[in-house]
């Protein structure tokens, strides 16, 4: 398996275009320079829109897909980080102001926290969070639809982000694309329930490799 850190991401490079386009080029750079398609390619949340349109665009470096948590039509930010803490004297510290913004448990969050020279922060930057969710914004249901490669369709009935009748309709509506959806799971599928969420994957793989 290898995790690709897109532009603004992670230890990637900053950059100045967060629009869809950049962030798929981007991965079909990175798979065509490793010379490793067609893949099995999994994106989470704005990973998921910039897997299925990867797919739609590239058509050739994409085996199979598995999207979790990723609607065909995104109408507003998920989350609005500006006023967030750059830099805490602890880690602690980061974690309390980050939860001051009304986020109950920044554990996600800390999972990129590092000690800069000046203190604790994220690697993430948050103007370019809040220009690529802005970019996510619209009706992707074209591209959705655009690929024919096997899908697997991850779905928290709990997610504030993805309605379970979106979710329903999308995989009504693609071909080869098998909806499974996870009662009590919200937005973060794979940490609400790991477990289960393993099973799902593996047996898509399963079926992959038997057809």
């Known amino acids: 398996m290898i995790v690709l850190d897109q532009r603004s991401h992670g230890r990637s490079e900053r950059g100045n275009d967060h629009s869809r386009s950049a962030y798929v080029e981007d991965a079909a750079a990175f798979i065509q320079t490793l010379d490793l398609g067609p893949l099995i390619v999994l994106g989470h949340s704005m990973g998921g829109v910039n897997a299925y349109q990867l797919a739609a665009r590239h058509p050739d470096l994409v085996r199979a897909l598995v999207i979790e948590e990723a609607g065909a039509v995104v109408r507003e930010p998920v989350l609005d980080v500006r006023g967030w803490p750059r830099r805490t004297t602890t880690i602690d510290g980061l974690r309390a102001a980050i939860e001051a913004h009304g986020i109950p448990d920044a554990s996600y969050f800390l999972d990129s926290a590092v000690e800069y020279d000046d203190g604790w922060g994220l690697l993430c930057d948050y103007d370019a969070m809040m220009a690529s969710q802005y970019a996510l914004l619209g009706d ?54 790991p477990e289960e969420f393993a099973r799902a994957v593996a047996g898509f793989l399963a079926g992959l490799e038997r057809s």
Not at 162 to 179: D, K, Y
Not at 182 to 192: A, E, K, L, R, Y
Request: hydrophobic share 40%; glycine share 6%.
């Open 140 to 193: 992707w249901w074209s591209d959705w639809l655009a690929s024919t490669c096997p899908a697997l369709l991850l779905h928290g009935q709990d997610s504030a982000v993805l309605t379970t009748e979106l979710a329903r309709e999308m995989a009504a509506q693609r071909p080869l694309t098998e909806l499974r959806e996870f009662p009590g799971c919200g937005h973060f599928v794979h940490d609400d329930d």
